[in-house]
């Protein structure tokens, strides 16, 4: 493993030490709903702070983009991009499908990522041009069927409870694709899901408005386990906009076509 994707881990593994140890107690303030939801931002907080702490002493000069504590700027062309808890509901409710995601970007090219899910010690890494793994096994993107690519498929996908604006065209999307494919899942870690799409455990995944970085470690370990990711136009906008369609060549391409006639103006990128 590279060097710098060895820090990245570290640094993932401190964070979900930490949300696996305040996971316990959430079981048991869960009735007390404002301190559970407190609870969970110091959770993030914690993580965040385990992580940039890593980061920091390894490479003081890199430039950090962290969910919750912002952006701080180094001096060098580097920059990570940190989600410490990418679930976040999923956590509060104690189920058990969220992740750490971070990423390192030169200039606008991803060059290492992290997706890590505490809860099942599972390990996504990528860097750029080395390939996927999961737990140090080789990933890739389920097989695609040229001749009908959403026969038999399982797609990802995420609800645009942030962005309710986009709900109607959205649900449209949703009514186009469900009857075509054998089903659709909302597992609520954008971040997880990308890495579970690049492992072969989904075909497709499409969602609206994303954050740079629930897209940021999931983008490049779909490249290298061989995915398509993209935005709604098919092209590279996809961590500006958040709006995000990744799959196998055949799935990916089918999504794209299929959504197209539902996308709003605002959507159209
Ligand atoms: C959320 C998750 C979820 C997605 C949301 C994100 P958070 O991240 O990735 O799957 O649908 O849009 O905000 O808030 O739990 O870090
Ligand atoms: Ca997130
Ligand atoms: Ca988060």
Redesign the pocket.
Known sequence: MHPTLNVAVKAARSAGDIILRYHNQIELLTIENKAANDFVSEVDKAAEEAIINELKYAFPNHSILA?ESGETLGDSRFQWII?P????TNYLHGFPQYSV?IALYDDNEAIHAVVYDPFKEELFVASKGGGAYLNEQRIRVSNGNSSSPFKNTLIGTGFPFKAPRHLEAYLNMFKTIHPQVAGIRRAG???LDLAWLAAGRMDGFWEIE??I??IAAGALIVKEAGGYIGDFSGRDGYLKTGNVVAGNEQVFKQILKTIHPHLTQDLQR
Do not use: I, K, N
């Open positions: 969910e989600d808890l990418d679930g976040t995601s870690s954008a971040a994303l954050s970085w629930d």
